[in-house]
């Protein structure tokens, strides 16, 4: 199982772009990455996900180094609203279980006025 | 994008009661759903994958006779927490994957606060 490795907080400020990294090391082939973002007493909700280089949405964009052992979410311009935890999950999401997708400590943001 | 509910979204009862928790996939069809538990400031931990018209396989730890999980449709999984106690005061959070046609990915559901008096 690919275990993730993220800080568990980080601060900003309104406005500022946030780069949150996850270390995962032992990835494999088939394995995908996906950001999950949660705000208290609620379910996780889907930011991104990808498998190598760049992935951009309308909410953030994924970057994928070519050894792919590590993954940065970027979330440009945050808000208040924007505080939560975010988590990374590694996996093969389309036909893998969801042991296989083990969530780790996550990353608590705050996103300060 | 796809929509997993569930309910009810808070449920306090007393000790020794049972409670059921309903997870259902609302605009896809998803043979397996996955039932997570989550604890004050700490991450979710998956229970149980519920697989359509078959026993749901437990995760080490997890008393399958407590967690009742019946999987009796391709939009219904539920959840029973049996003569629960305080200690099983948690949140409890479900997630399915689609058939076919959303692309395999998990969709969480909203979660099911449990108070255990």
């Known amino acids: 199982l690919a275990k993730t490795t993220q800080p568990i907080s980080m601060d900003s400020y309104e406005g500022q772009e946030v780069n949150i990294t996850c270390s995962h090391n032992n990835i494999a082939t088939n394995d995908y990455i996906t950001w999950y973002q949660q705000f208290p007493s609620q379910g996780p909700r889907f930011i991104i996900q990808g498998y190598k280089t760049k992935v951009t949405n309308e909410v953030a964009s994924l970057f994928i180094p070519a050894d792919r052992k590590s993954s940065t979410l970027s979330l440009p311009r945050v808000s208040l609203s924007d505080t939560a935890v975010y988590y990374c999950l590694v996996g093969d999401t389309l036909s893998g279980s969801a042991r296989q997708l083990t969530f780790g400590s996550g990353t608590q943001l705050t996103v300060l006025p | 994008g796809a929509v997993v509910s569930q309910h009810p979204s808070r449920v306090i009862c007393k000790s020794g009661t049972s409670v059921k928790i309903e997870c259902r996939s609302l605009?896809?069809?998803?043979?397996?759903m996955f039932w997570y538990r989550q604890f004050p400031k700490q991450s979710l931990m998956l229970m149980a994958t519920?697989?359509?018209?078959?026993?749901?396989?437990?995760e080490q730890g997890v008393e399958k006779d407590k967690f009742l999980i019946n999987h009796a449709s391709l939009t219904l999984s539920t959840l029973t927490v049996t003569s629960a106690h305080p200690e099983d005061s948690s949140f409890y959070i479900c997630?399915?994957?689609?058939?076919?046609?959303?692309?395999?990915?998990?969709?969480f559901g909203e979660g099911s606060r449990l108070t255990v008096l």
């Open positions: 605009d896809f069809q998803a043979t397996t």
């Open positions: 997630s399915a994957r689609a058939v076919a046609g959303v692309g395999g990915e998990l969709f």
């Open positions: 519920s697989n359509e018209g078959s026993k749901a396989t437990y």
